[in-house]
């Protein structure tokens, strides 16, 4: 009778956590439609700049390809992990600043030198496809998880992204805090996501390793190694 019981609880938890779930990403289907709708493209001598809202309502932001680029030349995203920073180069030519991002940390339980779990970002040399970049993405792992300026990698579902407006993951760029994707702040993710579009494909290098302290998740929770002030003044002026 017991075990029974406990089948049931069981059963029920589990449809509680599905029905959860299904209404996170339903409502992350809603944010993402309205998030492309609000994207416009500009024309005429505005036709390489991106304008779009961060949330229903919010003002309107702007980018545009990065300067300098020239698609016969190629284009070429390169991540360091040591560095946590994104560059651009087109051919032979940086054409942007090194950017910050977040990408995969460490999970689970630390016991000194040890963690347990890893979501990692892996490294190599990628083809990127403009065709399956997405204006917003919602996640199939982490229900609920919108993603805007979408740019997949590998064949493990992994994705260059924005932020989503989310000012506590903008805290944590300049070290690994991710579930394994390269996040950048939305500004970022949508020069590159626009500079991908121009230029119908692109090539992803990522390659270093961090050394550093991760931004380690126990219990569900996020545990940052610093304090938020710590965070804000490592950052301030450099996230842009």
């Excluded at 500009?42 to 961060?54: I, K, L, S």
């Excluded at 030519?93 to 016991?111: A, D, H, P, Q, Y």
């Excluded at 064949?155 to 993951?169: E, M, S, T, V």
């Excluded at 121009?198 to 940052?224: D, P, Q, Y």
Aim: charged share 20%; hydrophobic share 35%; with cysteine.
């Amino acid at each position: 009778m017991a075990f029974r019981f406990r089948l049931v609880l069981l059963f029920l938890l589990c449809t509680q956590l599905s029905a959860q779930a299904d209404m996170a990403k339903e409502l992350c289907e809603q944010r993402g439609q309205k998030f492309r709708n609000q994207l416009k493209i500009g024309t005429g001598a505005q036709q390489d700049v991106a304008f779009y809202h961060t949330s229903p309502g919010s003002r309107r932001h702007s980018c545009s390809v990065f300067q300098d680029l020239d698609c016969q030349a190629g284009l070429k995203f390169s991540v360091d992990l040591t560095q946590q920073k994104i560059a651009v180069f087109s051919g032979e030519n940086k054409i942007s600043e090194n950017k910050l991002i977040s990408s995969g940390r460490l999970r689970g339980v630390i016991f000194s030198d040890k963690t347990i779990g890893y979501a990692e970002t892996p490294s190599g040399t990628f083809n990127i496809n403009a065709r399956k970049a997405e204006a917003y993405h919602c996640s199939s792992l982490y229900a609920g998880e919108g993603m805007p300026f979408s740019i997949p990698f590998g064949k493990r579902g992994h994705f260059i992204h924005g932020l989503d407006a989310n000012q506590k993951k903008r805290l944590y760029l300049g070290r690994p805090a991710s579930g394994g994707c390269i996040r950048v702040t939305d500004n970022t993710a949508c020069q590159l996501y626009a500079s991908l579009k121009k230029c119908g494909k692109a090539t992803l290098e990522i390659f270093g390793k961090w050394e550093g302290t991760h931004v380690v998740s126990r219990n569900g929770k996020m545990v940052s190694p610093e304090t938020r002030s710590q965070a804000v003044a490592r950052l301030t002026p450099t996230v842009r």
